[in-house]
């Protein structure tokens, strides 16, 4: 176990190299050694986990919980969730004890000026994730310096070069401990730790968000191809530019030094 806090060790240096002294370090680290180390030795008190409490997310927070119960964790409700999500939610805090889950949401007036039909996303996929996810999103991380998410290499070609650790375009440290996890690694942690399944996995949801942008996925196609089906959307925007374009946030070389 490592004795002192890799921080320590990078006294003097910008965050940028930071990140990427961790990624050079800690590649092939296991996802609840990142955790901890996230957790409790580089960022105590100023780190969350994001979660949108879909059908793998059970992994990521039994992980959390195992590390941390207390730890923020933030769950962005858009108003337009499926209510087996809200269900699974409230399902999954109580079975893994999380302490501090931590409900975001858009500004009510902001949605009263912007879609007050409530039919934004039919119009602007992107205007409307930005007012009911990426803006709220940004507001909750000002108390944070860095964020954990459930992310993996193999769920779309948009990711998959993911490094355990990036730096975001807001200058956050981002911690993707799952990064490398494959599918199979997910079903045996499942199957392992007898965790529950997300109630809408059994009807063909692979990846899940608000109810009116999501679809079934097809046997074959890509676990994320049902969000914002028959566009070229690939992200919701928390992981992409501030302008709305699926390009993802800027990764650190990790032999690249300021």
Not at 18 to 36: K, P
Not at 217 to 224: I, M, S, T
């Amino acid at each position: 176990m490592v004795q002192e806090k890799i921080s320590a060790a990078l006294n003097g240096e910008s965050t940028k190299e930071r990140v990427a002294s961790l990624n050079a370090r800690w590649r092939t680290i296991q996802a609840e050694r990142v955790l901890r180390l996230a957790l409790l030795e580089e960022f105590p008190g100023r780190i969350a986990v994001s979660s949108s409490f879909g059908t793998e997310s059970a992994v990521l927070l039994h992980l959390v919980s195992r590390v941390y119960k207390a730890a923020p964790v933030l769950f962005l409700d858009t108003g337009m969730h499926f209510p087996e999500t809200i269900a699974y939610r409230d399902e999954l805090i109580e079975r893994l004890g999380l302490r501090d889950v931590r409900i975001v949401r858009p500004r009510a007036e902001e949605v009263a000026s912007e879609d007050p039909s409530k039919t934004l996303h039919i119009e602007d996929f992107d205007a409307c994730c930005a007012l009911r996810k990426v803006r709220p999103l940004e507001v909750a991380m000002d108390d944070f310096d860095a964020w954990i998410t459930g992310r993996k290499r193999y769920q779309n070609t948009d990711r998959e070069d993911l490094p355990i650790f990036e730096l975001d375009t807001t200058g956050k440290v981002k911690v993707n401990p799952l990064a490398n996890w494959s599918p199979t690694d997910l079903q045996t942690y499942f199957r392992e730790h007898d965790l529950p399944r997300h109630p809408l996995e059994a009807q063909g949801y692979k990846s899940i968000g608000c109810s009116t942008c999501t679809t079934p996925v097809a046997e074959g196609e890509d676990p994320r191809a049902g969000r914002w089906r028959e566009s070229e959307k690939t992200e919701c925007g928390i992981h992409i530019t501030a302008d709305g374009k699926v390009v993802r946030t800027r990764l650190i070389d990790t032999t690249e030094r300021a």
